[in-house]
């Protein structure tokens, strides 16, 4: 399923593939995010002109169509083909969104952090409630709940290549205490899952690959705790999971990777900057996604090796230069100006504004893709620190 074909002597960076039933994805891979089953203005055609190797798509969104298609199984996987092309997907468990509502009712919290951000003995989850089953919650007033057995369904009736186990993701304000709780639970909803997925794998053609998570917050022991009992569980790959400061990123991952085993692929969850990429890839991981690329692409911020360049603003509305020179992007070899990306990104109208987000999307994803796809040569010539070095040298973030 997954085979490591080089290791960089110097880094801990490796190259690999990793074989799932809808396709070989080319490691360290980017992940794109398409959350209710798509990337909203592209056709599958678009997104094979970006390269993309993997999407990840969110349960939690895709929930209702589950529902909705009850007895027929393949019509949802059938609708992701459709929208994203023949490309292996990956679903996340839910958790996350399901936790995360408890994050926004103090300090904003969510998937990153700036600054430090310290324990708060007094942070309390007041709109979720979490039990040894799952978690119970309250969504568009409707009474809900979500737990391993009940992600595991969800994730198999999707029908996606790669799916997450449900897991108990912590804030930087959780306590050392509120952790080790949190990571009881994920170790028996882990157990949960893989059970679930065992039962519900027996009758499929093409099995589904499924990846346990780690957590443990910011706290060294529980990291390389957790990282032990998942690691020791008989998963195909692993996510490390978890809400940090960036500067954090590295040091979390310097405790956990060791403790995984070495021939099985690892996916860090939500993280996707240039830097953070690089530091990922260093430190061992293999895929990772992120919404940044997509995001930023339909607010007209466009990423060049320099940094990236907000198209709205006034200074290029008589630029007739492409985004890039040299970029194998379709939006720059169909020489789109960057005069006209603006006009498009800036306009009241519906399809022109689409036109706009397209553009934008299509540089962008081609922009990580080549990166990696850089990144992978690098490797493959043991040149990855020197690459790393020069990238971020003229990269401004
Ligand atoms: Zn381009």
């Known amino acids: 399923m997954f085979e490591v074909l080089k290791k960089d002597k110097r880094t801990k960076a490796r190259l690999g593939l990793l074989k799932t039933p809808h396709g070989i994805i080319k490691t360290p891979s980017y992940v794109f ?53 023949k490309l292996p997907i990956m679903t996340d ?37 979490i039990t040894e089953k799952g978690v119970h919650f309250l969504f568009n007033g409707k009474k809900m709940f979500l737990g391993p057995e009940l992600s595991m369904k969800l994730q198999e009736k999707i029908g996606a290549d790669i799916l997450f186990a449900f897991d ?3 804030s930087p304000l959780d306590t ?10 994920t170790n028996k909803w882990a157990k949960i899952c893989l059970k679930e997925h065992a039962t519900n794998q027996k009758n499929r053609a093409n099995k589904q690959i499924l990846f346990g998570i780690v957590q443990g917050g910011l706290f060294k ?11 020791s569980m008989p998963f195909d790959g692993f996510g490390i999971g978890g ?46 996604d992120c919404v940044i690329p997509t995001r930023e692409a339909r607010h007209g911020r466009l990423y060049t090796k320099t940094g990236y360049i907000d198209i709205r603003r006034g200074y290029y509305s008589k630029d007739k230069k492409i985004t890039e020179t040299g970029c194998g992007c379709f939006t720059c ?28 999307l299509m540089h962008n994803m081609w922009f990580f893709n080549n990166l990696l796809e850089d990144i992978r040569k690098s490797i493959a010539g043991g040149k990855f620190k020197e690459f790393k070095k020069k990238t971020l040298t003229k990269f401004k973030s």
């Open 221 to 231: 022991d529980l990291r390389i705790q957790s990282a032990k009992s998942i690691g």
């Open 33 to 85: 995010v398409g959350t209710y089953g798509r990337i909203l203005h592209l056709s599958r055609n678009d997104i094979k002109n970006t390269k993309t190797q993997v999407i990840i798509s969110n349960t939690f969104h895709l929930w209702d169509k589950v529902e909705s298609y009850k007895n027929s199984k393949s019509v949802i996987r059938n609708e992701l083909t459709r929208n994203f092309g």
């Open 333 to 360: 070899t169909k020489k789109i100006s960057r005069a006209k990306i603006r006009e498009l990104i800036k306009s009241k109208d519906r399809i022109l504004n689409a036109q706009g987000q397209r553009w934008c």
């Open 168 to 170: 108990h993701i912590t």
């Open 93 to 129: 468990s839910g958790g996350f969104q399901v936790l995360s509502l408890a994050f926004s009712d103090k300090n904003k919290v969510g998937k990153f952090m700036t600054g430090e951000a310290k324990a708060d003995k007094s942070y309390k989850r007041s709109k979720i409630k």
């Open 243 to 288: 809400s940090y400061t960036k500067k954090q990123i590295a040091k979390v991952l310097k405790w956990i990777i060791p403790h995984l085993p070495e021939e099985k692929p690892r996916h860090l969850l939500g993280v996707g900057k240039v830097e953070d990429i690089f530091e990922a890839i260093e430190n061992g991981v293999d895929t990772f």
């Open 176 to 185: 050392y205490k509120y952790n080790q709780k949190a990571l009881r639970l």
